[in-house]
């Protein structure tokens, strides 16, 4: 393992679970601490427990301004500074049409998914702007190619997306670096509540494999092997990226492809 981000400070939205916990444990393994927020207080203070000092839980509700605020000011106070802010929370549900959307729903997933992308860059943007930091907003494919039955969840990713670029443009002279992560398929609980709501729950994992061209769906573990490189050195000419970490999905949904039996990496 490389120390590619010592003595980098990050702070994770939803880092107590799935990718974010996952980014949290790769990011502490090259060298970084990390301040996980999360509203999941049990998952987020054992996984502290299990990684150490280099990290600190702090509960954050991310629609919250004076949530976020106060994660970014516990996360300055207690290492001096912030370098990296990953823009991680976020819930897939309702998976429905527009017109199948209330607008209590609607509103949810505007504010858990993109109003927290809004507040984290705005709240962490003079702290980042100091150490000429960077922002990894984790996206989504279906904010891209689109997806059916989810619109708003789909809709929240393309404004992520937008946004990324436009504050690419707008910080870059500052020396702030913004990029984004865009997966299809992951295994995380946030899938697996998705797929319990699908037609054909049944039929779901097999045509996660095939969507993916090289076969599979893939853990967590292997977004955030991405994250870190986005968010080290090695990346610092990339600004506005919207990256499809996605095995090819991007390419065109192969559903009627054999999926492979092993991943050979493994």
């Known amino acids: 393992m490389t120390s590619r981000l010592h003595p980098k400070i990050a702070l994770v939205t939803g880092g107590a679970a799935g990718i974010g916990a996952a980014i949290v444990r790769r990011f502490v393994a090259e060298g970084a601490r990390v301040l996980v927020g999360d509203r999941d207080q049990p998952r987020g203070a054992a996984l502290c427990a299990e990684l150490g000092d280099a990290t600190c839980f702090h509960g954050l509700d991310v629609a919250d301004a004076e949530s976020f605020a106060g994660a970014i000011a516990t996360a300055v106070a207690r290492w ?53 930091g960077c922002v990894l907003n984790v996206s989504s494919m279906a904010g891209v190619t689109g997806q059916e039955r989810h619109a708003i969840y789909g809709a929240t990713k393309g404004a992520i997306n937008a946004l990324t670029k436009c504050t690419a443009v707008d910080w870059g002279r500052e020396g702030i670096r913004i990029n984004a992560l865009c997966p299809a398929g992951v295994w995380t609980d946030t899938l697996r509540q998705w797929i319990k709501v699908q037609p054909d729950p049944t039929g779901i994992d097999a045509y996660l494999n095939r969507i993916h061209a090289l076969g599979y769906c893939p853990e967590p573990d292997e977004l955030a092997t991405v994250a870190a490189f986005l968010c080290s050195s090695e990346a610092k000419f990339l600004t506005g990226y919207v990256m499809p970490v996605s095995g090819g999905s991007e390419c065109g949904y192969n559903v009627h492809a054999p999926t492979r039996l092993a991943d050979p990496h493994s």
């Open 80 to 132: 001096g500074r912030l370098d990296i802010l990953v823009n991680n929370a976020g819930i897939a549900l309702p998976a429905a049409t527009v017109q199948d959307t209330s607008l209590e729903q609607f509103e949810e997933l505007v504010n858990v998914n993109l109003r927290s992308v809004f507040l984290g860059c705005k709240l962490a943007y003079p702290h980042l702007k100091a150490s000429h």
